[in-house]
Structure formats: structure tokens, C-alpha cells
Nanobody, 123 residues
Framework: QVQLVESGGGLVQAGGSLRLSCAAS????????MGWFRQAPGKDRDLVAL????????SYADSVKGRATISRDNAKNTVYLQMNSLKPEDTAVYYC????????????????WGQGTQVTVSS
């Protein structure tokens, strides 16, 4: 099992930037696909970004394309989500998740989840 802890959330003005971090521990060698998801109040949890084992392949939700960058440093067992040009609609709890599949894409593919970090974007 993998333990995940998110950090870096907070309050930011529209147009600003944040970098979220996800520190992994435990069976980190089995974490193939890593993902970021978010959940706004009263809404379903949605995919934000995915990254494969080597970092050579990434995928983004249409709502964040051009504004978000997911990256990973396996030597540090850390995954990042850089968010630029933030909008009020980006306000949500952001979750880091790990999948043992080489390319997991569904929430059910992710067996390990962090506790979430709050991102609030003011207008």
C-alpha cells in the first residue's frame, strides 16, 4: 500500500498560481500512474491530470489544459501539480492518487488516495 500526503493548497487570487505537492511513502515502487483529482462543494470528484511511471506521458482535463502541469520526481517520491492562471471555478479540494496499473484512467483504478488539500481562488 502507498500512503499519500498532499500539501501546497491555500487561498490565491484569480490569475495567480499554486504548486501542489504529493509525498508518497510505503510501496512507492508499485505506483505506476499518478493522478490529481478535485472535488468542488456539491460536485462529483473529477480528474484533473494523469502522469505515467516515467513522466513521459501526461493527460489533462479540458478545463485545465494550458494552465496545469503535472510532474513527478521518483527519486523524491513526489508528484506535483503546477496550476497557473487560476480561476474561481478551480476552487476545490484536490486529491492525489496512485494506481498500480501502468496507465490507469478511471477513479476505480486508483487504490491509494491522499487526504486532500483545499484550493480556494478568489475573484
Amino acid at each position: 500500500q502507498v500512503q499519500l500526503v498532499e500539501s501546497g493548497g491555500g487561498l490565491v487570487q484569480a490569475g495567480g498560481s499554486l504548486r501542489l505537492s504529493c509525498a508518497a511513502s510505503g510501496r512507492t515502487f508499485s505506483s505506476k500512474t499518478m493522478g490529481w483529482f478535485r472535488q468542488a462543494p456539491g460536485k462529483d470528484r473529477d480528474l484533473v491530470a494523469l502522469i505515467n511511471w516515467s513522466g513521459s506521458t501526461t493527460s489533462y482535463a479540458d478545463s485545465v489544459k494550458g494552465r496545469a502541469t503535472i510532474s513527478r520526481d521518483n527519486a523524491k517520491n513526489t508528484v506535483y501539480l503546477q496550476m497557473n492562471s487560476l480561476k474561481p471555478e478551480d476552487t476545490a479540494v484536490y486529491y492525489c492518487a496512485a494506481s498500480t496499473q501502468f496507465w490507469g484512467t478511471r477513479q476505480a483504478d486508483f487504490g491509494s488516495w491522499g487526504q486532500g488539500t483545499q484550493v480556494t481562488v478568489s475573484s
